[in-house]
């Protein structure tokens, strides 16, 4: 198989068709008529026929370099498409940016962070999708996912991470819990205490995080339901079925007949962070940019 000819032969070829001319197709070019004319018996050699009849007065082309010339304007056209499509994309100017977060980000900092990023990038198109942490990391590490919002703290060399939130611990216990009526509540009396968290699968940095704040205080963790999100938790916990350890964030979203109190004694906080791979995109960094001002 022969090889292919170059660009730079295809478009000198193709400035020399709309000319007509090889002066004027080297000063459209900006090189020397000398030299783009060994370009255009290169590209015929190469190819294995002729392209264009020329005369010291005239130049035309042949059937053949009929049938290229139409053909490469296309290819050409479609190239410098490409290009200047892709420079677009680099400079953040088109592209789609694929979120995932979890439910804590979920609560504010994603709705404010969208609103903001559309008003300011409304040419980029958007999605997102829920994800525990764990299954985020994943994500991240297969290019499946642009930036996202988990819990942390995450270290990782070939990622950066920025701190959009540090909430400390609350019991979400029902109204007329014994406990309920005081200030806060410290994880010694929540030792035996029936206790509603997230499943595994669903919840499992989250829950690390109150099985260690638990063990660090000496006290006893007696999980006696599951929920796979945090609306089924309440739920449960409203119906008298155990109590929950959920951050701050979640006092605004607090339920009729859930009272939630300070977890105290307790230095634990739950941290949630975005995370996105090096080197970024501008779209990622524009988003974070959003994320900072949150």
């Known amino acids: 198989m022969k090889k292919l000819p170059d660009l730079d032969q295809i478009t000198a070829f193709i400035a020399v068709a709309d000319e007509l001319s090889f002066k004027r197709a080297a000063e459209r070019l900006s090189i020397d008529a000398s030299a783009l004319s060994r370009r255009i018996k290169d590209l015929e050699a190469r190819l294995g026929f002729i392209l264009l009849h020329r005369t010291t007065q005239t130049v035309r082309l042949t059937d053949a370099g009929r049938q290229f010339y139409d053909g490469n304007q296309e290819i050409v056209s479609a190239i410098r498409e490409t290009i200047a499509s892709a420079a677009r994309i680099s400079k953040g100017s088109v592209g789609h940016l694929r979120i995932a977060y979890m439910t804590f980000a979920g609560l504010y900092i994603l709705p404010a962070a969208m609103a903001r990023y559309r008003e300011r990038h409304s040419e980029i198109s958007v999605s997102i999708s829920y994800l525990p942490t764990q299954e985020q990391k994943l994500a991240l590490a297969r290019g499946e996912v642009d930036v996202g919002l988990m819990?942390?703290?995450?270290?990782?060399?070939?990622?950066?991470?920025?701190?959009?939130?540090?909430?400390?611990?609350?019991?979400?216990?029902?109204?007329?819990?014994?406990?309920?009526?005081?200030?806060?509540?410290?994880?010694?009396?929540?030792?035996?205490?029936?206790?509603?968290?997230?499943?595994?699968?669903?919840?499992?940095?989250?829950?690390?995080?109150?099985?260690?704040?638990?063990?660090?205080?000496?006290?006893?963790?007696?999980?006696?339901?599951?929920?796979?999100?945090?609306?089924?938790?309440?739920?449960?916990?409203?119906?008298?079925?155990?109590?929950?350890?959920?951050?701050?964030?979640?006092?605004?979203?607090?339920?009729?007949?859930?009272?939630?109190?300070?977890?105290?004694?307790?230095?634990?906080?739950?941290?949630?962070?975005?995370?996105?791979?090096?080197?970024?995109?501008?779209?990622?960094?524009?988003?974070?940019?959003?994320?900072?001002a949150i």
């Open 151 to 292: 819990l942390g703290p995450f270290h990782h060399s070939e990622y950066q991470t920025q701190c959009l939130a540090k909430d400390s611990l609350y019991v979400a216990m029902p109204s007329n819990h014994r406990l309920a009526q005081q200030k806060s509540v410290s994880v010694q009396e929540l030792t035996g205490e029936p206790l509603v968290l997230g499943t595994d699968r669903h919840w499992d940095f989250y829950r690390s995080l109150i099985e260690q704040a638990f063990s660090h205080h000496g006290a006893e963790l007696r999980i006696d339901c599951e929920a796979s999100n945090m609306l089924g938790m309440l739920g449960l916990v409203k119906k008298g079925q155990g109590i929950t350890i959920v951050p701050k964030a979640m006092l605004d979203y607090c339920p009729r007949g859930v009272k939630m109190l300070p977890l105290s004694g307790c230095d634990d906080v739950v941290e949630t962070i975005a995370v996105w791979r090096m080197p970024s995109q501008s779209k990622v960094t524009d988003f974070v940019e959003v994320l900072s």
